[in-house]
């Protein structure tokens, strides 16, 4: 599903504006147990399932809004994907040191200016690249707070924060046609049901647009997630100086052809077509 960005104190807004919808007439407000941490919002199963159920219909409806997305991915999440998906880091050294470094991913956190200046083929230029080609930032990412777990909120806060890298790294832009591919990327390589749910939006696509998704893109996409190693173990900070080719190759990663240049031709195409036409 295809989302704008967020700024931080909206995101925080959305969040509650989320929660106070569907829990507006809800019977448990009384009995609504303490947060666990700063920004949870805690909701009783049947809330978690009617905010899930409500956020999945708004999200088809109106996919550009990335307070539903993130309510759909992380009542869907719990409890057992992303408990799932931290255990995958606790069986890795890497994912333990994350665990217990907790680092956010943001524009000051990252020193975007020095990314700028790395060699154009490295992990951190590429990145910094396509935030500018592609016009987002790291800094809008919506907070989570409808995992009551701490530790798995902050697992999902990563995988969410961790997305733009892999469009970096795989090259995908933010179009409909581009997300879908990294979104079912990730769902092979997560198994997060959010990702997999997006794959709803493929109705969204134009006829020539939906088969290149199922001819190219979407096999791709499950072949790679399948085969490559677990991503929300890499430790994003500490490879931004590497050469993007060596980690692509590292990870398992093969690049998928590049949509820009394959919409481009098809628009050249069509183009050309309707002139010859005349």
């Known amino acids: 599903m295809i989302t704008t960005r967020l700024r931080p104190v909206h995101s925080l807004l959305q969040c509650n504006h989320a929660f106070q919808i569907i829990t507006r007439c809800s019977l448990s407000r009384l009995q ?61 050294p890497t994912g333990r040191r994350i665990l217990r470094d907790r680092p956010r991913i943001t524009s000051s956190s990252l020193d975007l200016a020095r990314l700028r200046n790395l ?19 790291p800094d809008t990412r919506s907070p989570v ?33 581009g997300e879908l591919a990294l979104k079912a990327f990730e769902f092979a390589n997560t198994l997060l049901p959010m990702t997999g749910l997006s794959l709803f939006a493929v109705t969204r696509l134009s006829d020539p647009e939906r088969r290149r998704f199922f001819s190219i893109y979407l096999p791709w996409a499950l072949y790679n997630g399948l085969q490559c190693k677990e ?31 394959l919409r481009r031709q098809r628009k050249a195409n069509k183009g050309g077509t309707h002139a010859s036409s005349k």
């Open 119 to 137: 060699p154009p083929t490295t992990v951190g230029h590429a990145y910094v690249s396509w935030l500018a080609r592609e016009g987002v930032s």
């Open 145 to 177: 707070c409808f995992i009551d777990d701490e530790e798995c909120a902050y697992v999902m806060q990563r995988y969410r924060e961790s997305h733009d890298f892999l469009h970096a790294l795989t090259g995908l832009p933010v179009v409909v046609e």
């Open 32 to 92: 609504r147990s303490p947060p666990n941490y700063a920004g949870h919002v805690p909701l009783g199963g049947l809330e978690k399932a009617g905010l899930a159920v409500g956020a999945a219909i708004m999200s088809l409806l109106q996919p550009r809004r990335a307070d539903l997305v993130a309510a759909l991915g992380e009542t869907t999440a719990s409890p057992f994907f992303i408990t799932r998906l931290r255990n995958v880091m606790l069986s890795s």
């Open 231 to 261: 991503l929300i173990n890499v430790y994003w900070e500490e490879v931004l100086d590497m050469d993007a080719t060596a980690l692509r190759a590292e990870l398992g990663i093969e690049m998928p052809l590049d949509l820009r240049d």
